[in-house]
C-alpha cells in the first residue's frame, strides 16, 4: 500500500506506529510521523511549529479529526482532516468528514461522506480551534442545502 513499486521500499518514514489490534483512546499530539494501523478514538494533533504526516493503514480506524502536514489514507476516519499539505486518500479509505487540504490525490474506490475545502478558504489557525472550526463549516455547509 504505501510501498514504491520499482524498490519496494517505503515511501513514508513513520516514528511512532500503532500496531493493528491496538486501541488507543484519547488525543494524540505529535511532532514526528505516526502510522495507525490500529484503533484511535480521539484526535491526532502535530504541535505548531512541526509538520508530521500522519497514515491511516488498511486496518486503521480512528474516530476524531486529524491535523497534519501530509495525510495517507487507506483505512477509516470518522472525523475530518485538516492538512496544510498533500492529502492522499487511497483506493479503500472511508472518510466521513470533511477534508481540508493544501493539494489532493484520490484513488477511485475511496468514499468520502463529507466535503473537500482548499487551505486558501481557510485561516491557518492553532491546533486547539481547528477541531471547532471544521465542524462549525460542516454545520454550516449542511444547513444550507
Known sequence: MFKNKSQNQSLE???TLIGQGTQVNGDIKIAESLRIDGQL???VLS???HDPAVAIGMNGLIVGNVKAARVILSGT???SVYATGKVEILNGANIEGDVVY???YVEDGA???GNFHHIDNYQKIDSEKITEKIIESAKQKRSAD
Open 102 to 104: 493544501g493539494s489532493l
Open 13 to 15: 518514514q513513520f516514528d
Open 41 to 43: 478514538t480521539g484526535n
Open 77 to 79: 476516519l470518522k472525523g
Open 111 to 113: 468514499i468520502l461522506r
Open 47 to 49: 504541535l505548531d511549529g
